[in-house]
């Protein structure tokens, strides 16, 4: 019988690794092409409006064309309804080193959701592919972060009905062990 409590015990820790929804990490990636972007925005991923934010920017190109001192890449920030905030970013020499490309600081005005787009384009044809990615990023004290825009990763749907799968999966499997147990018995 102990062994039958103990299994249950293990069965329902397992399932429930697979149960509850993943924690989020605090980098995102988007990909355009070859181009893998990761963002990082200092604080934590968690800006204040007001206060000074470090978006830190890390690119990955399959190609291997990519060089950062060859790119014109553009930062847009965009308030819903506001005139977007525009800028280059640039390899600040002076600046500590780091596992992050480049970074800028930003100070985002309101409590808002806003749509961070990164435009890579060669300063010279042919060095690297063109790309553009973009996040939407909720700036507020209780829930900051990375704002999913329905456009990437399997539809609610999908994800219940595979949730449900393990369960019904787990559960037979549960039930052959059960069975075995009592005819031992």
């Not at 206060?51 to 291997?64: G, M, P, V």
């Not at 390899?91 to 080193?97: A, E, H, V, Y």
Request: aromatic share 10%; hydrophobic share 45%.
């Amino acid at each position: 019988m102990k062994n039958f409590i103990l299994s249950g015990i293990i069965f329902l820790l397992v399932l429930s690794i697979f149960s509850f929804p993943k924690i989020a990490l605090a980098h995102y990636e988007e990909t355009d092409k070859d181009m893998t972007v990761t963002i990082h925005i200092n604080p934590n991923d968690a800006p204040l409006p007001g206060k000074q934010s470090t978006l830190n920017f890390l690119f990955n190109d399959d190609s291997k064309k990519f060089h950062l001192a060859d790119c014109l890449c553009t930062i847009l920030i965009i308030e819903q309804g506001k005139h977007p905030h525009k800028n280059q970013l640039t390899i600040d020499s002076k600046s500590k080193p780091s596992i992050w490309g480049v970074s800028m600081l930003y100070t985002f005005p309101a409590a808002d959701v806003y749509k961070i787009v990164l435009n890579g384009t060669p300063k010279k044809r042919g060095e690297f592919e063109p790309f553009t990615v973009s996040w939407y990023f909720r700036v507020d004290s209780v829930h900051p972060g990375i704002v999913d825009d329905d456009e990437k990763g399997p539809p609610d749907i999908v994800v219940l009905v595979s949730a449900l799968g393990v369960v019904i999966v787990g559960l037979v499997l549960f039930g052959i062990f059960v069975k075995r147990e009592f005819t031992s018995a």
